[in-house]
């Protein structure tokens, strides 16, 4: 079939083979081999973007990656080819935690009413502290989340946590002037957002504290649901030596997930590049 392809040229052949000029069963082998050659190339971009972005992707961004590269391509068709090739994302468990303790005293009022959407940057902001166990040693990762976007515009590491930790993150998110004036600030009610230099600092600035009802995980849920992302896509299943490496690798993922990797609910564009396209 190739030496007739060679021989008569492809459009030749296509009008050959639709005016019966050939036999019938040649029209179909040449349709199924083509529609072969088109699956393999296709498998092969596929697969590009699964290395690159180290199998974080499931079908769905998969397919508005292709989408931005020009190729229309049906997501249910992705999703057979990814399945074929074993390139799916690893799945995250749904699963859901929260400090149930005491709340102490004076817990801010929660002003957020799980409204996960925001007019622009710097007006929604929310923030947790979680926690990692490797090699005996813990490591506690405290960022905060522009709601608009989705993107992480502070963020701190240390071995303990501690207020300091916590600190680090409100003076880098100050000094940045990534928040706005009267902007609303969200955590849960641990003991750090109560205390009066957390609460104190945040009035000074302009800001309006807010904070989840008490045991009520779903309150952050925006931050809750970063974390669950993040630690399916670069912790769990991994070995790490230590707390220095794995930090290295959280920045370095945190850099990738504000500039590459893409969100559906921001069009197919990474965090970064949604702000950058809607405030330029």
Known sequence: MNAIRALIGEHRLRDLLKSA??????????????????????????????????????????TAALHNQGLRVNHKKVSR?????????????????SWKGETGMGPAPDLLKREFTASGPGVKLVTDVTE???AGSKLYLSPVMDLYNGEIVAMSMGARPTYELTERILNQLLTSGHARK???????????????????QVSDAGLRQSMSRKGNCYDN????????????????????????????SIKEYIG?????????????????????????
């Open 256 to 280: 990738y997930y504000n500039r590459d990797r893409i969100k559906m609910k921001l069009g197919g564009m990474s965090p970064v590049a949604y702000r950058t396209h809607m405030f330029p």
């Open 21 to 62: 000029m050939l036999p019938r069963s040649t029209w179909y082998w040449w349709q199924s081999r083509e529609a072969i050659d088109c699956d393999v190339a296709l498998c092969d971009i596929i697969r590009q973007i699964a290395i690159r972005h180290k199998r974080r992707y499931g079908y769905r961004r998969v």
């Open 132 to 134: 990692f166990n490797v």
């Open 81 to 97: 080819l990814m399945a074929k090739m074993g390139v799916q994302a690893r799945v995250r468990a749904k699963k859901y935690r």
């Open 182 to 200: 009267n902007a609303l600030f969200h955590s849960d009610q641990g003991w750090q957002y109560r205390m009066r230099a957390w609460q104190k």
């Open 221 to 248: 849920a925006a931050m809750e649901s970063f974390f669950a992302v993040l630690k399916t896509e670069m912790f769990h299943g991994k070995t790490y030596t230590g707390t220095k490496e794995l930090a290295a």
